[in-house]
């Protein structure tokens, strides 16, 4: 009995220890994939949050003001999901800076996608 209790606990220190959340998404702000994009922000803004949708994430919130778009995705066979925090800002000489940042909610998860180059890719296709 002692040791199902020490194998149930070791299983809930890892499960618990390699979690992740919007809000370390949103963190992580700078340490993600960016590119520049010749348009303003108010022509790529509606494009960056179309792609959301587009490459199978969920809008949780995007907010122009703060320059942030959120999405995330569920549970799925492959993947305890993934958290996506997109920061469009204005950029030099009517230039326009996307970053994106991709966190899988587990991170000891090998399989959950980053959603980085699907999102430039339905950008790239639709900006350029």
């Keep these: ?15 618990v220890s390699g ?5 370390d998404s949103i963190a992580a702000k700078g340490t993600g994939p ?6 303003s922000k108010s022509e790529v803004w509606p494009v960056a949050v179309e792609a959301v949708n587009s ?5 949780v919130t995007a907010n122009e003001s703060s320059n942030m778009i959120l999405a ?6 492959f993947s ?7 920061f469009v800002e204005d950029y030099e000489n009517q230039q326009c800076r996307v970053e994106i940042v991709s966190k899988k909610s587990m991170e000891t998860n090998v399989f959950a996608p980053d959603w980085s180059d699907s999102i430039f890719d339905y950008l790239d296709s639709k900006l350029k």
């Excluded at 490459?55 to 809008?59: E, F, K, Y």
């Excluded at 995330?72 to 066979?77: K, M, N």
């Design 55 to 59: 490459v199978g994430l969920q809008l």
């Design 80 to 86: 305890y999901g993934e958290n996506v925090a997109i």
């Design 1 to 15: 009995m002692k040791m199902i209790r020490l194998i149930s606990l070791f299983v809930a220190i890892i499960f």
């Design 72 to 77: 995330q995705r569920g549970i799925t066979a």
């Design 19 to 23: 979690c992740t959340t919007m809000a």
């Design 34 to 39: 960016h590119r520049i994009y010749e348009k």
